[in-house]
């Protein structure tokens, strides 16, 4: 991702008689299993979206022994790990919270591998739903992060255990990359206390940000220079009639004094690392102007302007 700133006519030939026969319902969806305790609807991977609110995995449950309803409790642990957290490609952790909300609203935040409290059983296949809350402090590096999990169910009848029910699945949570630009404002560049033999010189200091992704490249084009333009140098400020050539730099560090210049397509070398999401609340890269003292001192023009477009592409 990169950011600058038949509908068919039917024919009905013959008739096909089809007998309808009563297929049981639970034949006709995953469940755990055909008795009294049971979850309809878990037992498989389950794909949620990063900006999706609220995140939740739909499924049923009942509980019952002959003619009354038992209640139950719940416990949820990993496959892999002790805690509750999804996984991507490159090993990246992503830490989530699980809680789990009965058909009548009842919700318990679960705890990896501990029982929660009870909730009341229903005769039917009741609507109930595993919540999946991400740790806000974590930004997103991959586009996908998934992880197998495994889901306890054990009612009583008084104090005793009557059932026991234990259904796996996987969690998967897809991230669309969105890289994005933030602060890029104007540079205004001026000879005013600039001493002949010396370099005009400027910056401009801006964010980068986004979400699923870890790196990204810079490309930096000239309207008016050969790198987005027809000019004679890479860079170049244009006058009425004559223009100004420039260099440029780009830097991810804002402790530096310099930056990369790029190449003679506008490319800056190598990835830098993202290290904001896109709400970018603090600048962390700089683009450095500079115009030769041979180049200035003898403009015969008052204005010289050109339009430099950044281009990041996360990776």
């Known amino acids: 991702m990169s950011i600058t700133k038949k509908l068919h006519k039917l024919g009905l030939a013959s008739a096909l008689l089809i007998p309808l026969f009563n297929i049981p319902v639970q034949a006709q969806v995953n469940c755990s299993s055909n008795n009294d305790l049971r979850v309809c609807g878990l037992e498989d991977s389950h794909t949620i979206d990063y ?19 038992l209640r139950y409790d719940v416990e949820v642990s990993p496959l892999s790990g002790s805690t509750f957290a999804l996984f991507a490609d490159s090993g990246e952790q992503l830490d ?33 739903y595993l919540v999946i809350e991400l740790d806000s402090s974590q930004i997103p590096s991959s586009s996908r992060y998934s992880a197998s999990f495994e889901m306890t169910l054990n009612n009583y009848f008084i104090i005793w255990t009557a059932g ?56 930096l084009s ?4 050969s790198t ?55 600048d962390n890269a700089r683009i450095y102007i500079s115009i030769a003292p041979s180049d200035w001192e003898n403009a015969g023009e008052p204005l010289y302007t050109d339009a430099l477009t950044v281009t990041v592409s996360s990776q």
């Open 51 to 69: 900006e999706s609110e609220p995140k939740e995995i739909q499924f049923t449950s009942r509980s019952l022994l002959g003619s009354w309803t």
């Open 96 to 128: 989530i919270d699980i809680s789990f909300r009965a058909n009548n609203g009842t919700t318990e935040t679960l705890s990896p591998g501990t029982q929660s409290a009870t909730f009341a059983g229903t005769s039917d296949d009741a609507d109930t």
């Open 164 to 219: 026991t029910e234990t259904v796996q699945f996987d969690i998967v949570l897809d991230v669309e990359p969105n890289i994005a630009i933030r602060n890029l404002g104007d540079i205004d560049l001026s000879n005013s206390g600039t001493l002949f033999g010396q370099a005009i010189e400027g910056s401009e200091d801006f964010c980068v940000g986004g979400i699923g992704f870890s790196g990204y490249t810079v490309n």
């Open 222 to 225: 000239s309207a008016n220079g």
């Open 228 to 282: 987005g333009g027809s000019g004679s140098s890479a860079y170049e400020l244009g006058g009425n009639s004559e223009q100004i050539p420039y260099s440029v730099a780009f830097s991810d560090n804002l402790a530096a004094t310099s930056g990369i210049s790029p190449d003679s397509l506008g490319d800056i070398s190598g990835s830098f690392s993202r290290t904001s999401d896109e709400n970018c609340l603090s």
